[in-house]
């Protein structure tokens, strides 16, 4: 059970990870990490460490690419940037979730007649 | 393709692993130092802005585990330091090692022993015609050791005339061993293996000689001739 609620866990955020990348371009872990908290309203509680597993993962994939670099305040970070082949690959998965969140929408919105 | 860049990039990492886990470091503690700027921006103190930092984090151990995960870190290098871990053991405890190597030498060798005979008695199948239509009558295991196991001419020649369950019936003199005969000649003696047999013994098990013939039925009768 804990199991399969981790899966859906990682494949949700190496998604969310994609689409930061996607709009807002190159970025360090931490941008990521802070974008997606302030995307969700604060209501991911992200434990911002686990970005780096989802970080590699999709460097393995060649969806992600990375670049040491500079950062605003003067420090040696890692910039992360999308891939063509990521964007297709955000493109797929986002069609994905809208589907299964529209079909998990009008599923639990179901109401019995007797009601 | 895809697969096999995947293993190459596992490979590779599992390689240059402490090179990947600098980098994760420094990675990370650039990402500290950002949040710990961030939250003394929102105007906390520096112990409160780290502590913070800190827990939104949540452990630098497990995100390092996390991230050796999911670049392939475990199989290989499990094994490596597996591998590793057993020589240092083995040299320090030499003991050890020998009666391991040992029981282990012993273990193998009693199984290809083993496996041999197996191989040879059952799995092979004799090499003669039908061998699967072949039985050897033998008696029931007594004191008498081998002699109470065999039968005597008059048994064997009763078995001959009586039985209906089989092609032919023949037998062979049993007390005896290999290498009993010599061959002289030209040059080097040869050690032979001979035995008694019965005039349809060849026949019977479908053996045709390279050579010369098989007896003639003249031959098998007692005192025609030797």
Redesign the interface.
């Known amino acids: 059970m804990s199991d399969s609620k981790l899966d859906l866990l990682q494949g949700t955020l190496d998604l969310m990870v994609l689409q930061t990348l996607a709009t807002m371009g190159a970025q360090h872990g931490y941008g990521i990490a802070r974008r997606i908290e302030q995307v969700s309203g604060e209501q991911v509680l992200l434990n911002q460490g686990t970005i780096y597993a989802s970080l590699v993962r999709l460097q393995e994939r060649g969806w992600i690419s990375a670049e040491w670099g500079t950062s605003d305040n003067n420090r040696k970070a890692k910039f992360y940037s999308i891939t063509k082949k990521g964007r297709k690959q955000l493109a797929e998965d986002a069609v994905y979730w809208q589907r299964l969140s529209s079909v998990m929408g009008r599923v639990l919105a179901m109401q019995g007649d007797d009601k | 393709m895809?697969w096999l860049?995947?293993l190459l990039?596992?490979l590779r990492s599992s390689f240059s692993d402490a090179q990947t886990d600098r980098?994760?470091d420094?990675?990370?503690a650039?990402?500290l130092?950002?949040?710990i700027?961030?939250n003394m921006k929102r105007g906390l103190a520096a112990e409160e802005a780290r502590r913070q930092a800190l827990v939104?984090?949540?452990?630098?151990e497990?995100?390092t585990q996390?991230?050796r995960?999911?670049?392939?870190f475990q199989a290989f290098d499990i094994l490596w330091l597996d591998l590793r871990y057993t020589f240092r053991t083995m040299r320090r405890d030499p003991a050890f090692t020998l009666i391991a190597v040992l029981i282990l030498t012993l273990g193998i060798g009693a199984n290809i022993a083993v496996f041999s005979v197996v191989n040879t008695l059952l799995l092979r199948p004799l090499p003669f015609r039908d061998p699967q239509q072949l039985v050897w009558i033998t008696g029931i295991p007594g004191r008498g050791g081998l002699s109470s196991q065999t039968y005597s001419t008059d048994a064997y020649k009763a078995l001959l005339s009586q039985q209906r369950s089989f092609q032919d019936v023949t037998g062979y003199f049993a007390f005896s061993t290999s290498d009993n005969t010599r061959l002289m000649g030209r040059g080097e003696p040869l050690l032979l293996s001979g035995i008694l047999v019965n005039e349809n013994f060849f026949q019977t098990l479908g053996i045709q000689p390279i050579l010369g013939r098989l007896f003639r039925p003249e031959e098998c009768q007692k005192k025609r001739r030797q």
């Open positions: 895809n860049r995947q990039q596992r980098e994760l420094t990675e990370m650039a990402h130092e950002l949040a700027e961030e939104r984090f949540g452990g630098v497990q995100a996390q991230h995960e999911a670049r392939g």
